[in-house]
């Protein structure tokens, strides 16, 4: 099975513009979660997707959102970008189905730099 | 608010010793709790996973250890090696009646260094 893909992989923006990052899961996992992670906070839960509907949600602004599609590919939007949303931005899935493993497998993440 | 924490920070270890990860975490009503390796500029990989109804699990030279009711995890690694170098992550999967609703809460990783 191919692994979970994330594009693009590095990403240079400046302050004020908008981001759009996505995510590909493993063929038949369900669920997709967004993770940011810097050096000074680690990793943090941004949000989580099943089947179309955001499942659970971290502490994050409004400026932090997010979709996904009826094939379970998801997308992550920032707007109005900030200095400190210079991160790793990583996704991860899982079957999402009660029952199954909770395994989680992570892409390789996308480098946002804001400049 | 779920929060976990993970000592030491950093460890180095020369090759073929045997060596202990600790994860302590502040509620004990978890639904799981997970151990991942990340390797530097990569995504994580998962290692193992302990269900709350679990005292532990073991993946080869990998054995991970599950103390819910004083909030801890342990994971050994038996002959370290130089390719076991990397930054080791705890999480816990908050159960749907305690901290953190049910997402996966990371703590910010032990970072080891296997010295060949």
């Keep these: 099975k191919a692994g979970v893909t994330q594009t693009p992989r590095y990403l240079i923006k400046t302050r004020g513009q908008q981001v759009t990052l ?31 509907t955001q499942r659970n949600k971290g502490n994050f602004p409004g400026r932090f959102s997010g979709r996904q599609f009826s094939n379970s590919r998801s997308e992550m939007n920032v707007s109005t970008l900030e ?11 899982s079957p999402g189905v009660a029952g199954a493993p909770d395994t989680q497998y992570f892409g390789p993440g996308t480098r946002l730099t804001v400049l | 608010k779920q929060e976990v924490t993970q000592i030491p ?4 270890v020369p090759e073929g010793e045997n060596l202990v990860l600790n994860c302590s975490f502040t509620d004990s009503a978890i639904y799981n709790l997970q151990w991942f390796r990340q390797d530097p500029g990569k995504g994580l990989t998962s290692l193992l996973l302990i269900q709350s109804s679990q005292r532990e699990q073991t993946s080869g030279r990998l054995n991970a250890s599950l103390d ?25 999967r908050g159960g749907y009646s305690g901290a953190g609703s049910y ?10 260094s296997v010295i060949p």
């Design chain 1, 22 to 52: 996505s995510c590909s899961p493993i063929s038949g996992h369900r669920s997709v979660s967004w993770y940011q992670q810097t050096p000074g906070q680690g990793l943090q839960f941004l949000f989580e997707y099943f089947s179309e």
């Design chain 1, 83 to 93: 200095l400190g949303d210079s991160a790793l931005y990583l996704c991860a899935s």
């Design chain 2, 68 to 92: 819910k009711s004083s909030g801890r995890s342990t994971l050994y690694i038996a002959a370290s090696q130089p390719g076991d170098s990397a930054t080791y992550l705890c999480a816990v």
């Design chain 2, 9 to 12: 920070a950093a460890l180095s």
């Design chain 2, 103 to 112: 997402q996966l809460t990371f703590g910010k990783g032990t970072k080891l």
